[in-house]
T-cell receptor, first 113, second 110 residues
Framework: EAGVAQSPRYKIIEKRQSVAFWCNPI?????LYWYQQILGQGPKLLIQ????????DSQLPKDRFSAERLKGVDSTLKIQPAKLEDSAVYLC???????????FGPGTRLLVL | QKEVEQNSGPLSVPEGAIASLNCTYS??????FFWYRQYSGKSPELIMS????GDKEDGRFTAQLNKASQYVSLLIRDSQPSDSATYLC??????????FGTGTSLTVIP
């Protein structure tokens, strides 16, 4: 069974630029999560989708971050414009249901200069 | 108050010893509890999940849950150098919201 796929794996941008990350969850997993993990901290949930609907986006900085999962499968997370403090690893995870085990992708390492 | 709190460590134990990792959570609506292991530069990977009070054993790992005390722990028996990693406690609240602790760094000394 293929795992969660993410791209790109690494990204370096300058502040005020925009960036987008892509995630393809495990086949059949209805729930998809985006996390931000800053060095030395635990993952922080940014947004949770159930199929193509948003379940929780309470910690998503909506003035600069957006995410979509239009067909209920893969998802895109965008940052526009980026700030220095957005430097982090962005993790995508998926699960069969909303309370089940989450499986993580390899992450995208973002460095904002 | 943070939703999930862990001792940040670092925790060092000799090879073959028992490592004990602790986690407390604030929301009594928390329903499911998870321990993840994260090697440096890698993504978290699930070690164990636990849903009801008591102990759950899987090989060298034992998770313990006490909902009355809002406490969950992970014991690693016969610790190996390959167990050296950061251990993340995660809590699911009301079936939707997930919160991770900051992690405990474990080093197993050969």
């Amino acid at each position: 069974e293929a795992g969660v796929a993410q791209s790109p794996r690494y990204k370096i941008i300058e502040k005020r630029q925009s960036v987008a990350f892509w995630c393809n969850p495990i086949s059949g997993h209805a729930t998809l999560y985006w996390y931000q993990q800053i060095l030395g901290q635990g993952p922080k949930l940014l947004i949770q989708f159930q199929n193509n609907g948003v379940v929780d986006d309470s910690q998503l900085p909506k003035d600069r971050f957006s995410a979509e999962r239009l067909k209920g499968v893969d998802s895109t997370l965008k940052i526009q414009p980026a700030k220095l403090e957005d430097s982090a690893v962005y993790l995508c995870a998926s699960s069969l249901g909303g309370a089940g085990t989450q499986y993580f992708g390899p992450g995208t390492r973002l460095l904002v200069l | 108050q943070k939703e999930v709190e862990q001792n940040s460590g670092p925790l060092s134990v000799p090879e073959g010893a028992i490592a004990s990792l602790n986690c407390t959570y604030s929301d009594r609506g928390s329903q499911s509890f998870f321990w993840y292991r994260q090697y440096s530069g890698k993504s978290p990977e699930l070690i164990m999940s636990i849903y009801s009070n008591g102990d759950k054993e899987d090989g060298r790992f034992t998770a313990q849950l006490n909902k009355a005390s809002q406490y969950v722990s992970l014991l690693i028996r016969d610790s190996q150098p390959s167990d050296s990693a950061t251990y993340l406690c995660a809590v699911n609240v009301n079936g939707n919201q997930f919160y991770f602790g900051t992690g405990t760094s474990l080093t197993v000394i050969p």
